[in-house]
RNA sequence: GGGUGGUUAGUUCAGCUGGUAGAACGCUACGUUGACAUCGUAGAGGUCGUUGGUUCGAGUCCAAUAUCACCCACCA
């Protein structure tokens, strides 16, 4: 066994080689058993020609944690993986493929052009899956989905045509977000609003058959083309003589009314608002109202068009310089101001949007908000952390209906075709080449494609088969929590809630764990742009999947945005490094016929009952901590216990026994550490699954795979009260002893002699019990008692414990100057405790009102360090005089 | 204009239901004892942004304020 233990930690050594035996061995794989709970994750699909970044390794780990876990603890447990189309950010990159090539997609043609994207899927589709089992992640493949499987599609045609036949989808001519370079409408949720420096512009119109102008305030002087009104506020004294006047729009001399509206707010510019209502959303809802009609005047590449008169085929910008001067040489601008506001981004390309009426499909939002709004009142979804429980109520209470087609070819067609004759749409996810009501065979099929979050927002169920009834749908649905970033709450999570709702009637997961974004050691968010983002296969090239994913999960609390530093992953491949170690030396000192370690029947000495007592507790604050999502805190006492209480403490107080010629004693060590080992490498797994695997498999009495076992439960029988006291005495005199020899410049290797002092019985027990230890621990020569330190001369180093003082006699001469400023320190210490607790118990407040548990206990703490205190100063007295 | 989060050791962050402030990294001193120098032992370092309030007691609850970050939003 030991020679298959290499002395340093290798997590190249077998990492590859572990996740082949999980995967090739079907343990990612659950069953469909009625006499098991299932546990469902899916997993947020990335799309599928991306590559791994630092956010799917957060999210990916806390999954495989939670799943790992889950799957220890006897559930049957899914984590469904796959991939997403990304429809306009995939179609982006093969247009600028192509473009490259020198060709276009217009060129191309729809058909051609699929095919290009789905060569480009197959070449990088699937890079990121082999970089997500570089992580570990335990997720079953044989289920792997693609948004654009034939399975998936159906599920896709199949809400759409619901819907549709609810009239929860509908097509019509609206006020829309236009992207001119991607050359598609987007839903709000993907415009992006960033503040930029800009200008006001005030200009007059004149009024038609009078002296007077009227003031108009604009920001996109070049909409003016378009303008079919001029809106005041119908309470706004200084204008209400010139409502229902006309005016004769500058430069292209059109007549517009002048109309009253409760939109326009009278102390912003001027009062006075232009309207634009094909090319300004709010100005098309006062053109609804006032039933203005539409008058576009800019074409969908962003250009001028034919009703833009002279201006015609200027680019938007242009126009705007254009159209600005010229209504200052003909003196209608008034002037022009510095002016921020927020203008709307396309999230994909960072073009400016421009809001054009647009004929398209639209989800009708208000129908569905209501019942997830419901959902989330009777509590049927929990959010961690809670807070976003408010973003979500927030976005539905003022949600607005879902633009949901998009002139892209990559992504689902709407199943809805046109009867040009007749003018019937019919909606089928059979084609169609008939008319269903006037029979003719001029018939189209809709050229858009749906927005790639339509699919998503499906993908709880339609990854299990519905809208069939599959036995899969039928077990694992629905599933229990979706770990996913913070940032596609919008996009993402809110409409599975919503979709899920409306087509299975219930919510999709119970729990929504968020996550917050991994941003670069300055804070910075990871971007392509500014090459700050860190690699996690470069990571795990270099520290192991282990180091990287305990990094991830460490340090930061869900919903938070936290940093990457590289040194933590270095601390954590040391830790890995630190257990690797122990286990070399538990094997090295296990003696062969120890073939099934266990503690039945064994005589545990103090510090296995004190090690199996810290180890029970740790099962149990482990298990609260993994209910509540709190992986962080879980993770970090893991460490703690195996770092300090494991390493430095037990096994080093456990050396004398394994080194000793008790066999006795020797063989109940080696079972302890053993068992103990065991357990801690159940609870590590589902953090660091490759080491604590490899480890396990090394170990002796392992009938199967780590990541098979029985999550281990706490059990109240191992619990010493007694042990664990007389431990921690021991621990703390041995803490004790080798401060006040550091301290005293005491080389660490000089044996001494340890004169306990105490008339208390069970302490003297105790050391007793616990020679060997500071023997070892302590380095302690040789171990004496007295009850009294009278007899006791001035060379000796004192160290004051709690009932107990310990001298150790100096061979040379001491330094008694440091020896009494280290004691006048104690001393500072042990008044400043004293004062405190005085200040507390003289307080009347604090005796009559806080528990009285409390209030005992500050007293037993003030008869302690008084004791303590007087031993100090006893022993300064004596120092001084000498 | 609304809303949320952060502000705790030199740095990055934990700190669950209020009861003597923790970790990692870094730093200082010492150490090649037969698991580990990817290590060990010991140590230094914080009036928990500010001001009020509730309480016997507040990093922890409430209010205000400063500052940074983010999200949402139709003031042209």
Request: hydrophobic residues 35%; glycine residues 6%.
């Amino acid at each position: 066994m030991l020679e298959n233990l290499p002395k340093n930690y290798d997590p190249k050594d077998f990492e590859d080689r572990l996740y082949s035996f999980w995967n090739d061995n079907g343990y990612f794989t659950p069953e469909i058993n009625k006499d098991k709970r299932p546990f469902t994750i899916m997993m947020p699909p990335p799309n599928v020609t991306g590559s791994l970044h630092m956010g799917h390794a957060l999210n990916n780990t806390i999954q495989d944690i939670l799943i790992r876990w889950k799957r220890m603890e006897g559930f049957e447990a899914l984590w469904l993986p796959g991939t997403d189309h990304a429809s306009i950010s995939t179609e982006v990159k093969v247009v600028e493929k192509l473009k490259s090539e020198g060709r276009s997609k217009e060129e191309l043609g729809r058909e051609a052009f699929i095919e290009e994207a789905w060569e480009w899927t197959h070449l990088y589709g699937g890079t990121i899956k082999n970089q997500l089992k570089k992580l570990g992640v335990s997720c079953d493949w044989s289920r792997d989905r693609f948004t654009l499987d034939e399975m998936l599609s159906n599920a896709v045609e199949e809400v759409f045509i619901r819907l549709y036949e609810k009239d929860l989808i509908y097509r019509g001519d609206r006020i829309i977000n236009w992207c001119p370079s991607c050359h598609t409408a987007i839903s709000d949720a993907e415009v992006d609003h960033e503040d930029s420096h800009g200008h006001i512009w005030h200009i007059k119109y004149p009024i038609k058959d009078s002296n007077e102008g009227i003031v108009i305030a604009t920001t996109r002087p070049e909409t003016m083309l378009g303008d079919l009104a001029v809106a005041v506020h119908p309470d706004d004294e200084r204008y209400s003589h010139l409502v229902g006047q006309t005016v004769i729009l500058p430069l292209v001399g059109r007549e517009i009314p002048i109309i009253a509206d409760s939109y326009v707010e009278m102390d912003f510019g001027t009062g006075a608002l232009k309207i634009t209502p094909s090319h300004d959303p709010n100005d098309f809802e006062v053109g609804e109202r006032h039933k203005l009609g539409q008058f576009i005047v800019i074409d969908e590449d962003g250009y001028i068009n034919e009703n833009g008169g002279e201006f015609r085929g200027l680019e938007r910008f242009e126009a705007r310089k254009i159209v600005a001067e010229k209504l200052k040489e003909e003196g209608f601008l008034v002037e022009v101001k510095e002016h921020d506001n927020a203008v709307g981004h396309c999230e994909r390309c960072k073009t400016i949007i421009e809001p054009l009426i647009s004929k398209q499909w639209f989800v009708k939002m208000e129908p569905l908000a209501k019942p997830s709004l419901e959902a989330y009142y009777k509590g049927e979804l929990n959010f961690v952390p809670e807070r976003f429980g408010k973003i979500y109520v927030h976005w539905l209470e003022n949600i607005k209906d879902w633009c949901i087609s998009r002139q892209l070819w990559w992504g689902h067609r709407l199943p809805v075709y046109y009867c040009d004759e007749c003018h019937e749409i019919i909606v089928s996810k059979e084609p169609i080449h008939h008319c269903t009501k006037c029979n003719s065979d001029n018939i189209r099929q809709e050229t858009d494609t749906l927005d790639t979050w339509f699919s998503s927002a499906l993908w709880p169920f339609s990854t299990l088969g519905w809208p069939e009834k599959t036995e899969d749908l039928e077990y694992f649905f629905p599933t229990d929590v979706l770990v996913t970033g913070y940032d596609i709450i919008f996009f993402w999570v809110i409409r599975m809630i919503f979709s899920s709702i409306e087509q299975l009637g219930e919510v999709p997961f119970k729990d929504v764990f968020l996550t917050g974004l991994v941003r670069d050691s300055q804070g910075r968010k990871m971007s392509k742009s500014l090459g700050n983002g860190i690699d996690p296969l470069e990571i795990i090239e270099q520290y192991g999947a282990d180091a990287l994913r305990f990094t991830l999960v460490t340090g930061n609390t869900p919903g938070n945005d936290m940093r990457f530093y590289t040194e933590r992953v270095e601390a954590n491949r040391n830790f890995a490094n630190k257990l690797w170690n122990a286990t070399r030396f538990v094997l090295m000192n296990l003696d062969e016929e120890i073939k099934e370690p266990s503690i039945e029947g064994i005589n545990l000495e103090d510090e296995d009952k004190w090690i199996l007592g810290r180890l029970n507790k740790l099962k149990k604050e482990v298990k609260s901590n993994l209910d509540k999502y709190e992986l962080g805190l879980a993770a970090q006492k893991v460490y703690e216990f195996i770092w300090e209480d494991y390493c430095d403490w037990y096994i080093e107080m456990v050396k004398s026994r394994l080194y000793g010629d008790n066999k006795g004693l020797k063989e109940s060590a080696q079972n302890v550490l053993v068992v103990v080992l065991k357990d801690t490498l159940k609870l590590l797994h589902p953090f660091m699954p490759f080491i604590t695997e490899e480890i396990w498999q090394h170990l002796p009495g392992i009938n199967k795979a780590l990541i098979l076992e029985d999550w281990p439960m706490e059990d109240s029988s191992m619990d010493f009260n007694e042990a664990e006291k007389s431990i921690e005495f021991i621990k703390s005199a041995i803490k004790g002893i080798r401060n006040a020899r550091a301290e005293m410049n005491i080389v660490p290797s000089k044996k001494a002699s340890l004169i306990f002092v105490t008339d208390n019985e069970d302490i003297k027990t105790t050391v007793e019990k616990g020679t060997k230890k500071f023997m070892t621990l302590a380095s302690a020569e040789s171990i004496s008692f007295k009850n009294d330190k009278t007899s006791l001369g001035d060379d000796n180093i004192s160290v004051v414990l709690e009932k107990c003082e310990v001298f150790i006699p100096l061979k040379e001469l001491i330094d008694f100057d440091k020896e009494i400023e280290r004691l006048e320190k104690e001393k500072d210490k042990y008044l400043d405790e004293i004062n405190r607790v005085d200040n507390k118990l003289s307080n009347e407040g604090f005796i009559s009102k806080a528990p009285a548990k409390l209030v005992d206990e500050e007293k037993a703490k003030k008869e302690k360090y008084t004791d303590m205190l007087n031993n100090v100063l006893e022993r300064l007295e004596s120092l001084k005089k000498a």
